[in-house]
Structure formats: C-alpha cells, structure tokens
C-alpha cells in the first residue's frame, strides 16, 4: 500500500507485515452480507465468513476441514460434491439454485456462484459466493398462484374450484388464517357455503342458508350492509352475540369480512377471513382480503354469464352462439344470425367458401395445422382463436370445431360453435388493473400508493426536500350512504374524488383505500405553508355542493397531515400517523385538518398501554371489591353496603378508582371489569349469608355498560347462574353526572331489569347538568345526595340549601334519599332535622376489605343523639 508524500512528490511504502495483512483480508472477507466459502480440491471447506456461519447456523469449527454435504445436507450428499466436482474439472464459474433446510430452520433458497483459482503451488480451490433469494422466490410463487388463478378463471374450471383455489392462496399467505368464501342464494337474502379448506364441518353446516341482516355474524352484516365489517373480538361484539357459542366451538376469535360486489356493485357473497385470536387487520391483509374478493367477484359473475349462456342454448338450441357447418371438403353451406352478428357477413357472403376468410394472420401455419391434426385424430379441437370481421377489426373468440362422420366413419360435415370473447379479455385486463386501481374511482389503491410513495420518499432525501401524506375520511357519508342507497353513495364518491384529484397538483398522487377513504401524497414541498395551501383546496373540494341524480348533496373530509422527513418513519408508518392525526381532526369538529404531533401519538400509546395493563390485570384477577355500609342513623339499622373497587397492583399497592376506571371509560375492557364487579358482588353475597349477613349490595355501573344494548340480557344470565340470590339483593347506581345519550332507552333497560327484581339508584345526585330530568325520567327508587354538598352543609349555606332541596325533591316525586359523606355526629344530625335518615360516610365507617364486615356489623351501633331522633319521632 503506497501514499504520495505531498512535499516532495515521493513514494514511501506503508511497512505492513503478514499478520496485519491477515487482519485487512480477514475484515474485507467478513464485513459482507453475502456468505463466502473456499474450498480445497477435495472439496473440503478451508475459510468461511461470518455470513457463512449465520446462514447456516453452524459454528466454524463444526465445518472448517469438512465439505458442506456431510454437515447440511447429506441425503444430497453427491449432487452437492458433483457441482463442485465440476467446477475444479471446468474451471469456469458455475451458477446454481438450490433448495435446503438448515438446522431445523425453514427452508431457505439460495443462488450459488463457483469458480475455480490456481494457488501459487498450482494446486486448485473452489472460491464461492452465495445470495440468499428465499423472499424473491416467495414473491414469484406468489405471483405464480394468483396467475394459476386468473387461468383457473378464463379456462372454464367449475366455479367451486377457482374458490377452493382463491382460499387457498390467501392461507398460503399467513398460515394463522381460516378463510371462507360465502354467497348469496338466488333470492339474495341467505347464506350459501362457497368454500373453505380450514373451518370446521359443523360451522360450515351451520350458517348454511343463514338470513342475512345486522347481527348476523360478520359476514350476514357485511352482505346486508355491501360493506367492509371488522370484528376483532367475536365474543365481545353484538353482530356474533347469537352465534357466539358457535364461533367458541369452532375456536373462531376475530373475522373480517369483505363484500364480494359484481361490477355493478351488488353484492354477490362474503370473503371473510378468521382468526383464532383476538385479532386486528394490519393494511396488508385489508390488501389481501380485497384482492381476494374481488378476484372471486370476476370468477362468481364469469360463471354466471357461463350458465346464462348454457341455460339459453338450451332453450334457443346453441342460437347464442355463432354456429357454422360445411361439408366434408370445408365448404360452409350454413351458419346461423348469431355467426353473422359476430362476423359482419351475411349468409349469402360466405355459402360456398372456406373458413379461412376469417384468418386474422395472427396465428402461425403450425397453429392451424395442429389444430386439423387434433381434429382428425380426436373428433373435436377447443381452444380461443383470433378472426377476423368482414370490417377488419380482429377479436377473440372460443371455437369448437367437431367432424360429424357417418356409419362408416366418414367425415360428412364439421360444425363449429363459436363464442365471441371480447368482454372476457377485456375483464382480464381489468384483472390486471385491479393490482394496482380503485374499480369505482379510478384512482391509484393501495398498492400503487404505496409504490409511489416510496419513490417519493427516495426522491425528497435525494433532493433535499419535504413531502406531505394526507388522511381523508369523508364526514356524514355514511349517512348519505344508508339514506339514499350505495349506487347514490358511489357516484358521490367519484365525483368527490374528481375534484378532490384535480385540487392537487401535477406529480402528486390521490388514491383510494377504500370505503370514503382517500391518501394524497404531496411532493416536492419547500415549507409547511405549502402543504396548508393544498390541504385548503382538498378541504374546499370535498365541502363544495354535488348534485348526484337530481339531488343536492354536500359532504366534507377530516384530514390528518403527516410530513417526511420530519416524522422521520417508513411509508407504512407515515400512512398510519396521518391516520391518526385525521381522527383527531374529525373529533375537533369534522371539515377540518390537523397535522401529526409525535408527542400526542406517544399519549395515544400510554394509553393504550394502559388498557391493555388493565386487561392483563383482569386476567391475573388483581381486583378486589372494599364495602363501605349504609345505615339508617334514626334505628341504627345496617341497610347494606356499597362496592367499591380497588385495583391491587403487585408493585404500586393500591390504586384507587380515579386512576383506571377514566382511562377505560367507553372502551371494550369496561364492561368486562363492570360484569366482574356484579359477579364479585353476588358471590360475596352468598358468601356472608354463610356468617348470618343477608344484606343487598349495591355496585356501580358506567353508562357505557348500562347503554349496551344486551345489557338485560347479559344481566339476566349472570343472575341465573346465581339463582341462590334473590335479584332484589343487587343494586346499580348510575352517576348522576353520565352521559346517558338517550335517556329513553336508558329508561327502558332500567325498566327492563327492574322486571328481573334488580334496582337502581342515582349516585351523586345535584353534581350534574339534568338532575331534574333524570329524577322525572329514570325509575331508580333511590337517590343519593352527593358527599361534596353533605360534607360543607354544616358551614355553606348554599349546600345546606341544596341538600334541602334534594330532601324535598325525593319526598316529591316519592323516592328514597341517601346522603353519603357523613363525616361527623353533627352532619347526621342535621341531616335527620332535613327529614333524610339513610347515609354512609367516614363518620360511620370507611370502605373496608369483606373479611371485616361481620365484626363490623356485630360492633356496630349508631350514635346516641342520632337515635334520639327515633324516640322524638
């Protein structure tokens, strides 16, 4: 190694001596990606890099001094060594694929290149490179199954098959998948089985011929509803609630269903796919679930005009069909209105000549003569030509030409069914386009975008600038949807989606993701400000009025905008930040964008970190239930208690309610922990009955909980797994402070579980904004004043006044009262003088483990100047 001195323009030799040599070399050899081997002439491995080693999860000193086919692979022992045999007989490289399994590891493919190297002692080696192109191969396999389908499809294979075919793929996929393929009957309103290869007999049995309508599985409500349904936990959501039990035995978690839509976009059956966890769809398998409808929507409708075709030429005798016959010398004498519509020749135009008149010259001499060679040594030939009209215009066509012999076994005549299949090539074409466009827009999908918008990203490091990735979701469409019906729905789309397109600029992309989804990518931008100027335009594109079939209709778009390289992620993560920030934007008020804060998706996270610790805490059974009781302080009598939950976290001890029971608010795990405190209330019913305590319970139920519309019947099913308790010993407080959004409904539940014997009771009564109405409106017979009002009563005049008020509104619309808060002999007091004497409190007691309720109750005893009251009155 030399360096030029730059003084004196001299060369001075850098002094390397053998061993640094080595080291040089040996990094070179190791710091490749690529596993390199070298060989002795006995095929015997000398050196290997660490690439080598990692390929084949084997240690050097397992291999160095053996060949390759002793340790990896014996059974091929020979093939291996006879390569290697040929390459220092040759001495030219030598290119191989090969298949092999490696330590138990899956199977790998690998391209290997040989070449033989003369050492200074003239003896020869091998030197060796290999590519590991398992993820291509796949690619390509996969490619292959999907053209297996579409040749499936155009080759008039029976149409269960192309189904099985289409499943089949999709598993290949991902193996953890169960997928089924469901259509409609003739009527359009019932389930038929399709095909599956995965789920279970008895299931497939089982919604054989299922009416379809909400709450009817996934698939019943995605055909009802033509449109995309994701049910990520099957027990838990109300369209599987009657088939639950079904799905458990088939071990069925989650299911997404797709819409198999004809192109006129009725729905046609259900492509679903299963999990047997509880499981949400990533973009990929929204990519696979869509690919996979949509080419069994173009096998379901070809089979369809197959069978319209069948079932006419059996009415019409072949009449849809071009038929020709000539004599035995290939002269035609007759051919039917069908062959003249597709050829453009009359009848008189071509009695008397040869088919020939209808070559297009698109077909080679060899082709016509193995066609003849078919036809006479087989009696028929099928198979798609290329003709020729009168007008020139060149069009394909499946024909069947047969040899009608006589008694003899003589040719008489040849009659040839002809077919045009000009549609059908052009479905394949849209086949092809399917891969990469949105069938009703027109636009790019998601595999085109997201192509582009990795050239895009590639393009914004190179030139040093920003790109922009927006999120559109169109607000109250679905509204418009279900009012007018899908055919009014997609054509508001496509013309939302037209000026949407031509709001943005040239070189920028729009594409659909389906339903009223949009992602628009935005290149080449110099600063924000430029982002803001489009996103103003998309905004005013999806705001302005359209008139769809006469009607005057107006939407707007939530929009999330997300930068690069300033949210510095891949494209997949890029589209799922702006995803985000577009959910904000449409909780801020719908017609609006807003851009993506990496801090609030770190937020987004802690919560649902949260969540799912409070999940896992349920699981491990880290609950518990503390009781604080209840009292009538005039008889001091013991009514009963309240349950309060507490959370016994293994590291941070007790955590009271405030800290967990907000951050679940209206989320799926709540109403698992609301039906585990109901449980854990009965059973400690039934557990004090057995020390001599037959008091009711009373626990608190979240309005989300309480608004489910199977909350009646899930209560109803608890109670009767504990028929040993009277109904009438549970109790549920509502908050006064609730978001009941429909107190007519919440009235009726009420109503409904009052029906069971359960009763209610308002909590916190006077803390909210509609006391009245839900005094007046909600059959609770209990109402509880709140303990901020009972607790300053005896110093503020103003609580004093409104317990005052409580007291005298529950004498008036003939309720029970109860104050909590109870700190002090003097708040009882005052609270008997008010003329309410149930309560709880600290200054009765404080909420206490079960365990120390019975002695509790057997100390307990009321105030002295509290039952004074009992002998005045």
Request: charged letters at 25%; hydrophobic letters at 40%.
């Amino acid at each position: 190694m030399y360096e030029r001195n730059k003084s004196n323009n001299q060369l001075n030799q850098i002094d390397l001596n053998t061993h640094d040599i080595e080291n040089y070399l040996d990094a070179v050899f190791n710091i490749t990606g690529d596993p390199i081997f070298i060989k002795d002439e006995e095929c015997r491995l000398l050196l290997v890099n660490d690439a080598f080693c990692n390929i084949f999860g084997l240690a050097r000193n397992q291999i160095i001094g053996k060949t390759l086919a002793e340790e990896v692979t014996p059974s091929e022992r020979e093939h291996f060594l006879a390569i290697d045999r040929k390459v220092l007989q040759e001495g030219k490289e030598i290119t191989c694929e090969e298949t092999l399994t490696t330590n138990g590891a899956k199977t790998k493919t690998i391209l290997t290149k040989k070449n033989r190297f003369l050492a200074p002692n003239g003896k020869p080696f091998i030197v060796g490179v290999i590519h590991d192109i398992t993820e291509r191969k796949q690619s390509e396999l996969r490619e292959k199954s999907h053209t297996h389908i579409l040749e499936l499809i155009t080759s008039g294979k029976e149409l269960p098959d192309i189904l099985i075919a289409i499943v089949k793929v999709v598993e290949a996929e991902n193996p953890k998948m169960m997928c089924s393929v469901l259509l409609l009957d003739e009527s359009g309103r019932h389930l038929l089985h399709g095909a599956s290869t995965s789920l279970p007999e008895f299931y497939c049995k089982a919604i054989e011929g299922e009416e379809i309508g909400i709450s009817a599985g996934s698939c019943g409500t995605a055909a009802y509803k033509n449109e995309r349904v994701i049910v990520s936990d099957i027990n838990t959501h109300p369209y599987w609630a009657q088939y639950k039990d079904l799905a458990n035995k088939a071990g069925l978690g989650s299911c997404w269903s797709e819409p198999i839509r004809s192109s006129k976009g009725t729905v046609l059956g259900t492509f679903a796919i299963y999990h047997r966890d509880i499981n949400y769809p990533t973009d990929a398998d929204l990519t696979i679930i869509e690919q996979a409808a949509s080419l069994a929507s173009i096998a379901i409708e070809k089979k369809q005009a197959e069978e319209k075709i069948k079932r006419a030429a059996s009415v019409f005798t072949h009449a849809n069909e071009g038929i020709m016959i000539t004599d035995a010398n290939a002269s035609i004498i007759e051919v039917n209105d069908t062959f003249c519509k597709i050829t453009g020749y009359s009848h008189e135009e071509v009695l008397g000549k040869n088919p020939r008149i209808l070559q297009s010259n698109e077909h080679s001499s060899d082709f016509y003569s193995t066609m003849w060679s078919t036809i006479f040594n087989q009696g028929h030939w099928r198979g798609e030509i290329w003709n020729r009209r009168k007008n020139g215009e060149i069009y394909p066509e499946m024909l069947t030409i047969s040899a009608v012999k006589n008694a003899l076994g003589e040719i008489q005549h040849y009659v040839s069914l002809s077919t045009d299949i000009s549609d059908l090539k052009a479905n394949q074409g849209q086949l092809e386009r399917i891969a990469h466009y949105d069938l009703l827009t027109n636009l790019p999908n998601r595999v085109l975008l997201a192509d582009r918008l990795n050239q895009a990203m590639v393009q914004c490091q190179r030139h040093n600038k920003s790109l922009g990735v927006a999120f559109m979701d169109l607000d109250s469409f679905k509204a418009i949807n279900d009012t007018y019906g899908h055919s009014v729905g997609d054509e508001l789309l496509i013309a939302v989606s037209q000026r949407m397109k031509d709001a943005l600029r040239e070189g920028d992309t729009l594409a659909r993701i389906g339903g009223d989804e949009f992602i628009a990518v935005m290149v080449d931008l110099e600063k924000f400000e430029d982002t803001e100027l489009i996103i103003s335009r998309l905004l005013k594109a999806a705001a302005s009025p359209i008139t769809v079939s006469t009607r005057l209709m107006q939407v707007s778009a939530s929009i999330g905008v997300t930068l690069y390289p300033q949210d510095g992620v891949d494209a997949e993560q890029l589209m799922r930040h702006a995803d985000q920030a577009m959910y904000i934007a449409k909780q801020a008020g719908k017609n609006t964008y807003h851009l993506f804060d990496t801090a609030q998706d770190t937020a987004i996270n802690t919560q649902r970190k949260s969540i799912d610790n409070i999940r896992t805490a349920i699981q491990k059974q880290e609950f518990v239930l503390h009781f604080q009781p209840k009292v009538n302080m005039r008889t001091g009598e013991v009514t009963g208690f309240e349950a309060l939950i507490r959370w016994h976290h293994p590291i941070n001890g007790i955590i009271p309610p405030l800290e967990f029971l907000p951050i679940i608010e209206g989320h799926e795990v709540s109403l698992r922990l609301g039906e585990w405190v109901i449980k854990t209330a009965l059973d400690q019913i039934i557990e004090w009955r057995k020390v001599g305590i037959n008091l009711p319970i009373s626990v608190n139920i979240s309005a989300h909980q309480l608004q489910q519309d199977n909350f009646t019947s899930r209560l109803a099913t608890i109670l009767g797994d504990y028929s040993e308790v009277e109904p009438n010993c549970l109790e549920l407080e509502i908050l006064e402070t609730s978001a009941l959004q429909d107190t007519k409904q919440v009235s009726s539940t009420m109503s409904a579980c009052q029906e069971l014997g359960v009763k209610f009771a308002i909590d916190d009564f006077g803390t909210g904004y509609s006391s009245l109405t839900y005094l007046k409106r909600l059959p609770a017979y209990l109402i509880k004043i709140d303990q901020s009002f009972v607790r300053d009563m005896l110093e503020d005049t103003d609580d004093l006044a409104i317990v005052e008020g409580v007291v005298g509104l529950a004498k008036a619309f003939r309720r029970t009262v109860i104050a909590e808060g109870v700190e002090t002999v003097a708040h009882g007091e005052a609270l008997l003088k008010l003329g309410c004497e149930l309560a709880q409190g600290y200054g009765i007691a404080r909420p206490m483990a079960s365990v120390e309720i019975p002695a509790w109750v057997k100390s307990w005893k009321a105030d002295d100047a509290w039952l004074q009251h009992n002998k005045i009155n």
